[in-house]
């Protein structure tokens, strides 16, 4: 039971490139979240998946798409990198019918040079 | 914006004190929950507590509610070395709907041995 993983652990790109972090958990759960943590900060929302086929935004959303795959996976698109999106990106995904617990994945290091 | 301002952002103690940290949020809430982030690692949730509620124990963990101060604080009695990390308060505002948690900037807690 691997719980949430995330891929890749780090990654560096450069201005305008595009890439996709992958998302997958292994508990079933119908809640998906992506965050991100800039130093000093706490996380912040970017988008959720409140079930399968459903997206919406959360606090910090520009300049990102996601995509829930299936229950067990959501990506998230960086269409066209920038500096200001360099940061740790955090997925969670929680059973909301059973608790409000969230589960964390390790995180994907991203720089944008 | 956050919703969440912990209090002290960072502390120092040596093991076997306590340690207590705060968290005020704006808004009226759902439910609020602590998490503890190791270096580098993602977060690990500690304990949840309802708007209901005013106090609940988790082993060596006491969180508190006080909903007409829009404040919580944790208290980790007899610390250990293990417990250097960085913890989080996260906040279910009633106006979000119970998808979009607000994590707090987090206090940062050294236990030296």
């Known amino acids: 039971n691997a719980g949430v993983t995330q891929t890749p652990k780090f990654q560096v790109l450069k201005t305008g490139q595009s890439m996709t972090l992958q998302c997958a958990q292994d508990m079933n759960h119908n809640s998906m979240y992506w965050y991100r943590q800039d130093p000093g900060m706490g996380l912040r929302l970017i988008y959720y998946s409140a079930s399968e086929g459903t997206t919406d935004k959360g606090e910090v959303p520009n300049g990102y798409n996601v995509s829930r795959l299936n229950k067990r996976e959501f990506s998230l698109r960086l269409e066209s990198a920038a500096p200001s999106q360099t940061s740790v990106y955090f997925c969670a995904s929680s059973d909301l019918q059973a608790s409000y617990e969230q589960y964390f994945g390790p995180g994907t290091r991203l720089t944008v040079t | 914006s956050q919703q969440g301002e912990e209090d002290p952002q960072a502390l120092s103690i040596q093991e076997g004190e306590n340690a207590t940290m705060n968290c005020s949020y704006k808004?009226?809430?759902?439910?609020l929950q602590w998490y503890r982030q190791n270096s580098g690692r993602g977060l690990v949730h500690l304990i949840l507590?309802?708007?209901?509620?005013r106090e609940k124990h988790s082993g060596r963990l006491r969180v508190t509610l006080d909903t007409s101060k829009k404040s919580s604080s944790l208290l980790i009695t007899a610390s250990r070395a293990a417990d250097t990390a960085s913890y989080f308060c996260?906040?279910?505002?009633?106006?979000?709907?119970?998808?979009?948690?607000?994590f707090g900037t987090g206090t940062r807690l050294k236990v030296l041995a």
């Open positions: 808004t009226s809430i759902n439910n």
């Open positions: 507590i309802r708007s209901n509620e």
């Open positions: 996260a906040t279910d505002p009633t106006t979000s709907g119970t998808y979009k948690y607000i």
